[in-house]
C-alpha cells in the first residue's frame, strides 16, 4: 500500500508550499535593495502578526537561540528573576536564565497544569525584574492565560518586564502583544508560520528597549540593540538566512490572504492571524473529542490549540500508538519529552493543518488503537463521529 508521510508534530509543522517556492527563488544577496525591500517587509508583517507597534527582531537560529537572546539582553547577573515552569519548555527558561547568573524565583506546577496566579501574585517582589513564561506549553498541551498574567503584572505596577515564550502560542491562541502588556514576545519559523526550522523572532516592547541601556549581561551576535539598529536600514548585522525570510514573507502574505475580500484580494494579516487561530481551535477541539470518545484521557486540564496531549491508557506505552501510526500509514506524531516519554502522545494543530488532514488523522488512530490496544474499547466510528460533530456546530470567531 502506498503511504505519504504527513507530519502532524508541533515543529516542524508541515510546510506551505508557497512558502516553499519562495524559498526555491530566494537567490539574492542580503546587500542589495532587493534584500532590503524584502526584510522590510518581512518586519513589518510580523509586527502585526503579534499585535504591536514597537520594533520585531529576526534571529538566525532556532527558537531557543531568541529564548537565550532574550534572557542575555534583558538581565544582568544577579537580577531577580521569576520564571513560571510547568513543562520542559518552563525549564528552558530556567536554565537560561541561571546560566546567565539570574537569581532565579520558581514557580512550578505539574506538567499538564496551569498557574494559579495568585501564587504568581505572592511571588512578584519588588525587586523582580523579569517574569519569564510559555503561552503554551508544548511539551503537555497546556496554554497558559496571558491576558490574566499581562493583567496581573499592570496591576501591581510592577517593573518586571513580561518575557513570553509564544513559539507555539502564536498562531493558536489571540496574542496582542501591546494589549496584554507583553514586553518580549518569541516567535519560531518552524511552528504556526508553516516554514522550516532556522528563524525566530522576538517582538519587544519600548520599556525592554530602554531596559536594555543598562544591562550587562555578555552578548555578541545576538545583540538586539545591533540588529534593530541594522533592521532600520532594511539589514540584518551578520548574514541572514535570506531563503527562510523569503519563505516567512510568503507565508504570512498567504496568512492574510485567508481574510481576503474581492475588494482587497491581498487580505489583512491581522484578520488572516485570527482565522489562523480560529483554525487550530477548531482541529484542537475535533481532535480532544475524538480521544475522548475513544475512550482517551487528556494530559493536561488546560489544554491549548497548539496541540493535544493525549494519554496513554492504564499499563500501555504511547510509544504503541507513535509507531502504529508511522509504520501504518507513515504519519508522525510525537511521545511525550522526557520523563513523560511513553505515557504521553502529542498531535500538533499549529499551522498548515486544516479538517481533511484531522479526520484522516484520527481514523488512522481508530485503526490503530483497534489493533493495538483492544482493551480501550474502542470501536471504529467513535472518534470520527464526534469530530464530525464539532466540525459541523463550529461557530467560526474569525
Ligand atoms: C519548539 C519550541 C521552542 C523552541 O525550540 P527550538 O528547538 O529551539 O526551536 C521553545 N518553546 C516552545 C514552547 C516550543 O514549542
Redesign the pocket.
Known amino acids: 500500500m502506498i503511504r505519504k508521510t504527513r507530519l502532524f508534530t ?2 516542524p509543522t508541515p510546510l506551505l508550499p508557497a512558502a516553499q517556492f519562495a524559498m526555491a527563488a530566494a537567490d539574492i544577496h542580503h546587500r542589495t535593495p532587493e534584500f532590503r525591500a524584502l526584510y522590510t517587509k518581512v518586519l513589518a508583517q510580523l509586527k502585526d502578526f503579534v499585535g504591536t507597534k514597537n520594533d520585531v527582531i529576526i534571529l538566525s ?7 537565550e537572546a532574550a534572557v542575555s539582553n534583558l538581565t544582568s547577573p544577579g537580577d531577580r528573576v521569576l520564571v513560571l515552569s510547568a ?3 518552563g525549564e ?1 527558561w530556567s536554565a537560561l536564565a541561571k546560566a546567565f547568573g539570574c537569581e532565579v524565583d520558581l514557580i512550578t506546577e505539574p506538567y499538564g497544569k496551569t498557574f494559579d496566579f495568585d501564587k504568581v501574585k505572592a511571588a512578584l517582589k519588588i525587586e523582580t525584574r523579569a517574569v519569564f513564561v ?6 503537555t498541551g497546556a496554554r497558559h492565560d496571558m491576558v490574566k498574567l499581562g493583567q496581573l503584572l499592570k496591576d501591581a505596577h510592577s517593573e518586571a518586564l513580561l518575557i513570553v ?5 502564536l498562531g493558536t491562541t489571540e496574542l496582542d502583544m501591546d494589549a496584554t502588556g507583553i514586553d518580549v514576545l ?1 516567535g ?4 504556526a508560520v508553516m516554514i522550516p ?1 532556522g528563524l ?1 523572532y522576538l517582538a519587544v516592547s519600548q520599556r525592554a528597549w530602554d531596559r536594555m541601556e543598562s544591562t550587562y549581561n555578555p552578548r555578541y551576535y545576538f545583540d538586539l540593540r545591533k540588529e534593530r539598529k541594522n533592521a532600520k536600514n532594511g539589514e540584518s548585522a551578520y548574514t541572514p538566512a535570506v531563503a527562510l525570510i523569503a519563505a516567512l514573507g510568503a507565508a504570512l502574505d498567504w496568512i492574510a490572504q485567508q481574510a481576503a475580500t474581492p475588494e482587497n484580494p491581498a487580505g489583512n494579516l491581522v484578520e488572516g492571524r485570527r482565522k489562523l487561530v480560529d483554525n487550530a481551535e477548531m482541529i484542537a477541539e475535533m481532535t480532544r473529542e475524538a480521544m475522548k470518545a475513544l475512550g482517551f484521557k487528556l494530559f493536561s486540564d488546560a489544554p491549548g490549540a ?2 493535544t496531549a493525549v494519554l496513554a491508557p492504564e499499563g500501555v506505552d504511547s510509544g504503541v500508538i507513535v509507531k502504529g501510526l508511522k509504520s501504518t500509514f507513515a504519519a508522525i506524531i510525537t511521545n511525550g519529552q522526557g520523563e513523560m516519554k511513553g505515557q504521553i502522545f502529542r498531535i500538533a494543530h499549529l499551522g498548515f493543518f486544516d479538517y481533511m488532514d484531522t479526520i484522516a488523522l484520527i481514523g488512522a488512530i481508530e485503526q490503530v488503537v483497534v489493533k493495538s490496544i483492544p482493551t480501550l474499547g474502542a470501536k471504529f466510528g467513535d472518534g470520527l463521529i464526534a469530530a464530525q460533530n464539532v466540525y459541523a456546530n463550529w461557530k467560526p470567531k474569525a
Do not use: C, V, Y
Not at 537560529?61 to 529564548?67: E, L, R, Y
Not at 510559555?134 to 511539551?139: D, I, P, R
Not at 519560531?188 to 511552528?191: A, E, L, P, R
Open positions: 508541533p515543529g537560529s532556532s527558537g531557543s537561540g531568541a529564548m513543562g520542559k519548555f528552558r510559555q503561552a503554551n506549553e508544548t511539551s515564550d509564544g513559539i507555539t502560542g518569541i519560531g519559523s518552524q511552528k526550522p525566530s497548539a496541540a
